[in-house]
């Protein structure tokens, strides 16, 4: 009897805040790839995010809140409290050190995907885990990008996610303007951000 591999879903983000798009992807994932289980990675400070994130500690509450629904998640500290900035290569290194016979598969929404011959050791991400990318603002194509496509076969599994136009960006200026974003976060998250009066301009 063989048994198949254990597929463990790797989903990294600023989450500054978690918002639907995210939890879309997420869902569709899961159902999608047939994860056994997700990951979800706040970042640190990420190399190639310019601004400040908010504290680590908000952006983990938020995600467990966001997250709380979607099956099969944990909400994974390791990046947020690592020293230095944070690359998703060494955190691919870690996961396969620790479960060596899984499958990995690092997702990404089409924006992220686009720069990911820019991230350090980029090959080695190739190497230790199958790509899987989700449309952002447009429609997601079944080969994947140009500058990953020497991929050996296996290594591309697309998501198919029905462009959610929403970021994190647009909810902290909205928040920071004092306007509604119930409809662009799960309400539990409305509620963390009011609470903690996040995102005010000071
Ligand atoms: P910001 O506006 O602060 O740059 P963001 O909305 O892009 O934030 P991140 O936390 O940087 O959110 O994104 C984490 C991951 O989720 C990235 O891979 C990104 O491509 C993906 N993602 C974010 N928003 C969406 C969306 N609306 N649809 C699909 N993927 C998304």
Do not use: C
């Not at 290569?89 to 990995?104: G, M, Y």
């Not at 020497?150 to 290594?155: I, T």
């Not at 306007?179 to 799960?186: D, F, G, S, T």
Request: charged letters at 20%; aromatic letters at 6%; hydrophobic letters at 40%.
């Amino acid at each position: 009897m063989t048994l198949s591999r254990r597929r463990i879903g790797v989903f990294g983000g600023a989450f500054d805040p978690p918002h639907n798009g995210h939890v879309a992807l997420a869902r569709a994932a899961v159902e999608q790839l047939g994860l056994d289980e997700l990951r979800i990675f706040p970042t640190g400070q990420a190399w190639h995010k310019a601004r400040t994130l908010s504290d680590g500690a908000h952006r983990v509450a938020m995600s467990k809140l966001a997250f709380a629904q979607v099956p099969g998640v944990v909400i994974d500290t390791r990046e947020v409290l690592r020293e230095g900035p944070t690359y998703t290569v060494d955190t691919l290194r870690e996961l396969h050190q620790d479960s060596p016979k899984a499958q990995i598969l690092l997702i990404i929404g089409a924006d992220q995907a686009e720069t990911l011959h820019t991230w350090k050791n980029s090959t080695e991400i190739a190497r230790l885990a199958i790509l899987s990318i989700a449309a952002r603002a447009r429609p997601v194509s079944d080969a994947p990008p140009a500058d990953i496509s020497n991929l050996p076969p296996g290594s591309y599994e697309p998501i198919n996610l029905p462009p959610i136009v929403v970021s994190s960006t647009e909810v902290r200026t909205l928040a920071g303007r004092g306007y509604p974003i119930e409809h662009l976060v799960p309400p539990a998250v409305a509620r963390y951000i009011a609470e903690h009066q996040l995102y005010q301009r000071p």
